[in-house]
């Protein structure tokens, strides 16, 4: 697999302080546009990743090496991007016979709250079913465990304490064809 496919999606109105829009490349507005890159393999998403490293190795202290693996090389990364500067990103990966994981959605701490989370899924969703898959696993931290109710998941099974000192509830959700 290789290459980029971009879909263009708004975000609800919000605002954005002058802070924000310095670092997206902008200037202030009412309404900030994302573009969304459907991206397979790591090639290209290096910008991605640092949303994703900072979220989870900075700010949560998850480690590198359980953040980054061998399967971000075979996933579909769907980046959020303003002004070509990466906000959001998460990867999917297909686990075989339909079954697909997502994972590590990050979204730029200072735009979180604002419904980019939830574009991100439900692209990844739409994509997972447009790549023929019909369920969608993840493993939720319990702060997180409503945002994907929300989205149609459920969970699947007992919770896991990670030595991390994470907790992560698994949940699915099935796809309608």
């Known amino acids: 697999m290789g290459g980029t496919d971009s879909h263009c999606l708004s975000v609800s109105s919000y605002e954005i302080t002058q802070n924000e829009a310095n670092e997206m490349g902008g200037s202030m507005s009412d309404t900030v546009e994302v573009t969304w890159d459907t991206s397979f393999g790591s090639s290209g998403c290096e910008n991605a990743f640092d949303i994703r490293r900072k979220t989870f190795v900075d700010e949560q202290g998850v480690p590198y090496d359980e953040v980054f693996d061998a399967r971000d090389k075979e996933a579909i990364h769907i980046v959020g991007r ?3 500067s990466a906000i959001a990103c998460v990867r999917c990966v297909d686990e075989g016979g339909g ?3 997502v994972g ?3 979204t730029h701490q200072e735009l979180r709250g ?3 989370g939830t574009q991100a ?3 990844a969703i739409k994509t997972i079913g447009e790549h023929g898959g019909h369920e969608v696993v993840l493993s939720a931290q319990g702060t997180a ?3 994907y109710r929300g989205l149609g998941f459920e969970q699947c099974g007992a919770s896991e304490d990670l030595p991390s000192g994470f907790t992560l509830t698994p ?3 099935t ?3």
Do not use: S
């Open 82 to 84: 303003i002004n070509e």
């Open 175 to 177: 796809l309608k064809n």
């Open 104 to 106: 590590w959605l990050a």
């Open 99 to 101: 079954r697909w994981r």
């Open 121 to 123: 899924m439900r692209l």
């Open 145 to 147: 465990i409503e945002f």
């Open 171 to 173: 949940m699915h959700c």
């Open 114 to 116: 604002k419904g980019i």
